[in-house]
């Protein structure tokens, strides 16, 4: 291939729209053909960047991770045939291990599940949390807590069997795993149906009790906080719509 000028601003754009590593490290292991090109064409690596109109300060930090680079990942890996669910994933320590910890973050897309579907695969297909152990229950109630589906015994059973069967075999019974996750059993037993009169609701209510911070009501009211995420968007967009602010606004 010749690499003309054109070319290589073409090829730059196109890496850095798909999210892909333009570090001078990276591409010398992965595309020094570019690499020494743009260099020789443009003075250094560093210029041909700039014209391509990239910031490169922004290339040599340590790349962030977006939905189009994972998504590539996941499609890169399901072609070699590599196995996705979330235990082995994880236990990588590879870009692919760092791909799914980036994941499930609630910028991108909050579950590994909902990662693979927007990576057009099927996530019961991959079999994913079903090698079971205690982190793995763990990891899944916070999930479905920060989902603001259902975490009560007969709610779970209902939408995952095989999620409550393992929670009673490892931690003997049900209320144990939800107490190893950071909740209270009691506080679970009922689910709530939520809509966004009854978010608004229990926010002006647990304002009356102090803060409404993001961080205290996820942490003491975690099936409040995801309901709210997903009714209204975020969480901040959910306090205004109860006509509140983050500080402690008790009532009189």
């Given at each position: 291939?010749?690499?003309?000028?054109?070319?290589?601003?073409?090829?730059?754009?196109?890496?850095?729209?798909?999210?892909?590593?333009?570090?001078y490290s990276h591409l010398a292991r992965k595309k020094q053909p570019l690499l020494s090109a743009a260099?020789?064409?443009?003075?250094?690596?560093?210029?041909?960047?700039?014209?391509?109109?990239?910031?490169?300060?922004?290339?040599?930090?340590?790349?962030?991770?977006?939905?189009?680079?994972?998504?590539?990942?996941?499609?890169?890996?399901?072609?070699?045939?590599?196995?996705?669910?979330?235990?082995s994933v994880t236990k990588r320590g590879d870009e692919l291990s760092r791909a799914a910890f980036a994941?499930?973050?609630?910028?991108?897309?909050?579950?590994?599940?909902?990662?693979?579907?927007?990576?057009?695969?099927?996530?019961?297909?991959?079999?994913?949390?079903?090698?079971?152990?205690?982190?793995?229950?763990?990891?899944?109630?916070?999930?479905?807590?920060?989902?603001?589906?259902?975490?009560?015994?007969?709610?779970?059973?209902?939408?995952d069997p095989g999620l409550h069967a393992a929670a009673v075999r490892y931690f003997g019974t049900y209320?144990?795993?939800?107490?190893?996750?950071?909740?209270?059993?009691?506080?679970?037993?009922?689910?709530?149906?939520?809509?966004?009169?009854?978010?608004?609701?229990?926010?002006?209510?647990?304002?009356?009790?102090?803060?409404?911070?993001?961080?205290?009501?996820?942490?003491?009211?975690?099936?409040?906080?995801?309901?709210?995420?997903?009714?209204?968007?975020?969480?901040?967009?959910?306090?205004?719509?109860?006509?509140?602010?983050?500080?402690?606004?008790?009532?009189?």
């Amino acid at each position: 291939m010749i690499w003309e000028k054109d070319r290589i601003l073409t090829e730059l754009r196109r890496l850095h729209r798909d999210g892909v590593n333009l570090s001078y490290s990276h591409l010398a292991r992965k595309k020094q053909p570019l690499l020494s090109a743009a260099a020789y064409h443009f003075g250094s690596y560093r210029s041909a960047v700039q014209k391509a109109g990239i910031d490169y300060a922004e290339v040599i930090q340590r790349p962030r991770w977006n939905k189009q680079r994972i998504i590539r990942l996941l499609k890169e890996a399901k072609r070699k045939g590599t196995e996705l669910h979330w235990s082995s994933v994880t236990k990588r320590g590879d870009e692919l291990s760092r791909a799914a910890f980036a994941a499930i973050q609630p910028r991108l897309f909050g579950r590994w599940d909902r990662a693979l579907q927007a990576a057009g695969l099927d996530a019961d297909d991959v079999v994913i949390y079903r090698a079971w152990d205690k982190p793995a229950v763990v990891y899944e109630l916070k999930q479905r807590s920060q989902a603001g589906e259902a975490l009560n015994s007969g709610g779970l059973q209902k939408d995952d069997p095989g999620l409550h069967a393992a929670a009673v075999r490892y931690f003997g019974t049900y209320p144990a795993a939800l107490r190893a996750a950071g909740f209270n059993p009691t506080q679970l037993r009922e689910r709530r149906t939520w809509d966004k009169a009854t978010v608004v609701r229990s926010l002006k209510t647990a304002a009356k009790r102090g803060t409404i911070s993001d961080t205290r009501v996820r942490r003491t009211d975690p099936g409040l906080y995801g309901a709210a995420v997903r009714l209204f968007g975020t969480f901040t967009a959910a306090r205004k719509a109860a006509g509140l602010s983050n500080k402690t606004a008790k009532s009189k």
